[in-house]
């Protein structure tokens, strides 16, 4: 019987005869190669047993942790990752494929939470896995040399659509553009309501994309929050849908029709709850000027007691900080029910938070600057123990000089046809194009792109390679909408 956990300096081991590049890779994820180098073959032995049972392992320990249809997800992309690096033809093959299932079984053995390292160290091994694999087969191929076969298509008046493919930086693309002028824009909240293409169709709407983040494998989601509660601004013709609990990226759109991307937090918000209402004066940290919200981002308690707010209720008083919620310190109040929030900014008519931003203002692509930090959600993200070395799907956001907006649906986990993109290559992207400000919103299994009716994107929730599962997809719970000519 296997041991369920690799062999004692197994990294040291490895690292022996690894090229530095590949010894730097096996220390991701926190423990560096340390301790006498033991047996290479005890240890490429334990590789091959403890491999194919792995996913069995990964779906029975991480069920309860995550529901269900996510441990299975998650034992899947395993495989898939697994299958592809048994099968590279590459010198650092083995040791990457043995640096994932050891790793793997690490986390299994380790503390809890353990779904979102299991899912990162697979991410994280393909995305290696991948960059080996088309390193060999075609040189890559610059940034600006991709821009440069930019070709715009009219789809209506303000709204054209471009598609960018064949070689990119670290393997092919599959790149949907929109660059839209003049119209108006829809933030949504899909749950329980039409489906992408349907609320395209509703609002009179020539293209649409997915939105930004929302509860997903976090943990602790406890009521009154929700599995797909999205995270960060919503807002929708000038209803506050989901709350500003972090200070995050938005793209917004103000009565005027024009386009603002900006960060937006609960700074200066007025919650209303009754006949009382308070304007927050700070976020996680004392002021003396008002009250101050406490959020996850600070940590999972507030220094001192204060009015608990989760979702859109109040929930009387205490320390413990929700999910998606805060503890506003320096009121007396203690009371339950609705809360009603309102922005110090009448006239954002629309607007979708996302993050980080990718460039264009200070702090760009800094994660504890928007508040993605501690077990803020989304914790793929505040947890992210290999920052911005992964290739996924991203779906990023610009403003052009004249005013436009650029949206930029970027295929990924298709190891042969578009294996994914990196933040910064996302914000490069988006330079490139002519963009001075720009926004990452939520990629991976929840990007989306429609234009005149049809998709345009390849999504899928699963890693995609020869001879894998057919593409799954996950639902769109939040979106923005490219409706009628702005008036």
Same mark, same amino acid.
């Given at each position: 019987m296997v041991s369920d956990t690799p062999p004692k300096h197994w990294q040291a081991t490895l690292s022996v005869d690894a090229t530095p590049a590949v010894r730097e890779l096996l220390t991701a994820f926190g423990r560096p190669a340390v301790g006498v180098p033991g047996d290479l073959e005890a240890v490429q032995a334990w590789v091959e047993r403890a491999a194919d049972d792995l996913p069995r392992r990964i779906q029975t320990t991480l069920t309860g942790e995550?529901?269900?249809?996510?441990?299975?997800?998650?034992?899947?992309?395993?495989?898939?990752?697994?299958?592809?690096?048994?099968?590279?033809?590459?010198?650092?093959?083995?040791?990457?494929r043995a640096g994932l299932v050891c790793r793997?079984?690490?986390?299994?053995?380790?503390?809890?939470?353990?779904?979102?390292?299991?899912?990162?160290?697979?991410?994280?091994?393909?995305?290696q896995g991948a960059r080996a694999l088309h390193a060999t087969r075609h040189p890559p191929r610059s940034m600006a040399a991709l821009v440069d076969d930019l070709c715009w298509s009219v789809v209506a008046r303000g709204v054209a659509h471009a598609q960018l493919t064949g070689p990119g930086?670290?393997?092919?693309?599959?790149?949907?553009?929109?660059?839209?002028?003049?119209?108006?824009?829809?933030?949504?909240?899909?749950?329980?309501?039409?489906?992408?293409?349907?609320?395209?169709?509703?609002?009179g709407g020539v293209a649409g994309t997915s939105g930004g983040f929302f509860l997903y494998s976090e943990p602790d989601i406890a009521p009154p929050c929700r599995r797909t509660d999205p995270v960060g601004l919503l807002v929708t013709d000038g209803v506050v849908r989901s709350v500003p609990w972090f200070r995050r990226a938005a793209i917004?759109?103000?009565?005027?029709?024009?386009?603002?991307?900006?960060?937006?937090?609960?700074?200066?918000?007025?919650?209303?709850?009754?006949?009382?209402?308070w304007t927050i004066a700070a976020r996680n940290r004392a002021c003396e000027q008002g009250p101050v919200l406490y959020t996850r981002a600070y940590g999972e308690r507030a220094p001192e007691p204060g009015l608990i707010l989760a979702g859109r209720e109040a929930l009387g008083r205490g320390t413990s900080i929700p999910l998606?919620?805060?503890?506003?310190?320096?009121?007396?109040?203690?009371?339950?029910?609705? #809360?009603v929030w309102s922005l110090p900014d009448p006239t954002i008519?629309?607007?979708?938070? *996302? $993050? %980080?931003?990718?460039?264009? !203002?200070?702090?760009?692509?800094?994660?504890?600057?928007?508040?993605?930090?501690?077990?803020?959600?989304?914790?793929?993200?505040?947890?992210?123990?290999?920052?911005?070395?992964n290739l996924l799907p991203r779906l990023g956001a610009g403003l052009l000089a004249d005013g436009g907006l650029v949206l930029a649906a970027i295929d990924g986990r298709d190891l042969h046809r578009a294996p994914g993109f990196t933040l910064?290559?996302?914000?490069?992207?988006?330079?490139?194009?002519?963009?001075?400000?720009?926004?990452?919103?939520?990629?991976?299994?929840?990007?989306?792109?429609?234009? #005149?009716?049809?998709?345009?994107?390849?999504?899928?929730?699963?890693?995609?390679?020869? *001879? $894998? %599962?057919?593409?799954?997809? !996950?639902?769109?719970?939040?979106?923005?909408?490219?409706?009628r000519e702005s008036s």
């Open positions: 995550v529901d269900g249809p996510q441990a299975a997800l998650f034992a899947r992309r395993y495989s898939a990752v697994d299958r592809l690096l048994k099968q590279l033809e590459a010198p650092e093959a083995w040791l990457l793997t079984a690490e986390v299994l053995v380790g503390a809890s939470p353990r779904a979102l390292r299991v899912r990162a160290v697979a991410d994280f091994y393909y995305s930086p670290a393997g092919p693309v599959s790149i949907n553009l929109l660059r839209v002028h003049g119209r108006r824009l829809h933030a949504l909240d899909l749950r329980g309501a039409d489906e992408l293409p349907d609320a395209i169709s509703a609002h917004v759109q103000h009565d005027d029709g024009r386009f603002a991307l900006r960060r937006i937090g609960p700074e200066g918000c007025t919650v209303r709850i009754g006949d009382q209402a998606l919620g805060g503890v506003l310190v320096g009121v007396d109040a203690d009371v339950r029910g609705p #809360a008519r629309d607007a979708m938070a *996302g $993050g %980080p931003l990718l460039f264009g !203002r200070a702090h760009a692509r800094e994660l504890e600057h928007e508040d993605f930090a501690g077990s803020a959600p989304p914790v793929t993200f505040s947890r992210d123990e290999t920052y911005d070395q910064r290559m996302t914000a490069d992207l988006l330079h490139g194009i002519g963009c001075t400000v720009a926004v990452n919103l939520d990629g991976g299994s929840s990007k989306r792109m429609f234009v #005149a009716g049809r998709q345009v994107d390849l999504a899928s929730t699963e890693v995609r390679t020869k *001879g $894998g %599962p057919a593409a799954r997809v !996950r639902p769109v719970h939040t979106a923005l909408i490219i409706g």
